[in-house]
């Protein structure tokens, strides 16, 4: 069963405008969430996270919205450079637990 | 270089063959994680280490795997008998603690033939 999903597996910007990527989540049971990008041939590299006690965290051009109510979680890039392109994947964990959950990926490109 | 390091990075094998991969993790990083990734799929757990102990494992994680972190640092994960289905990516990852965000290596990715 997937407990974190990712619906879109592709999403293609303009350069400059934003990136709006999507994740969604079926255990209430999570408190931590997670943002990585990946390019080709390397390991997922870290992007942003936020805790269940906000609703929004932001870095620079990134800014993750959490919305517990729906279970919803979302990256938003602005403005989107070409070099964001990449597959980027959600992940969660659950209070007290170890695993982490990831979501099947997005595959982002920015167009320049 | 002091990110998560795997070898080999690639591994080509024939079915029924054993084999066993290294990750060597971030220094001060007590967690260590093992994943698993799949052509499309988001990296799927194994198991995880506290220091040296294994913590949890996940029912993807079959008798013919086994995983050890004999020292705190490096750990290895091996495959015994292995099948065409273990075709996969399998990546390494270390953390700090348990909501500290991990750092991945680049993974081994394994062909069974």
């Known amino acids: 069963d997937q407990q974190v999903k990712q619906n879109s597996p592709s999403l293609s910007v303009q350069e400059g405008r934003i990136s709006i990527l999507n994740c969604d989540y079926t255990?209430?049971?999570?408190?931590?969430f997670l943002w990585y990008k990946k390019y080709p041939a390397e390991g997922p590299t870290f992007l942003i996270s936020i805790s269940s006690i906000k609703d929004k965290n932001e870095d620079g051009r990134f800014t993750v919205f959490l919305n517990k109510s729906a279970k919803h979680l979302s990256l938003h890039i602005v403005p989107s450079q070409p070099g964001d392109s990449a597959v980027y994947f959600c992940?969660?964990?659950?209070?007290?637990?170890?695993?982490?959950?990831f979501g099947t990926g997005t595959s982002l490109t920015v167009i320049p | 270089d002091t990110g998560v390091s795997q070898d080999p990075r690639h591994k080509i094998t024939k079915r029924g063959q054993n084999v066993t991969f290294r990750c060597d993790p971030i220094s001060e990083h007590n967690r260590l994680y093992w994943y698993r990734q799949t052509l499309g799929q988001g990296p799927e757990f194994l198991t995880y280490?506290?220091?040296?102990?294994?913590?949890?494992k996940s029912r993807l994680l079959s008798d013919r795997f086994s995983a050890e972190r004999p020292k705190g640092s490096f750990s290895t994960l091996e495959i015994q008998r292995t099948e065409q289905g273990d075709s996969a990516m399998y990546l390494c990852?270390?953390?700090?603690?348990?909501?500290?965000?991990?750092?991945f290596g680049p993974g081994t990715r394994l062909t069974v033939l």
């Open positions: 280490f506290q220091n040296e102990a294994q913590l949890e």
């Open positions: 992940a969660a964990s659950a209070i007290q637990g170890g695993q982490f959950y």
């Open positions: 255990n209430s049971m999570f408190d931590y």
């Open positions: 990852a270390s953390s700090l603690g348990d909501k500290d965000e991990q750092f």
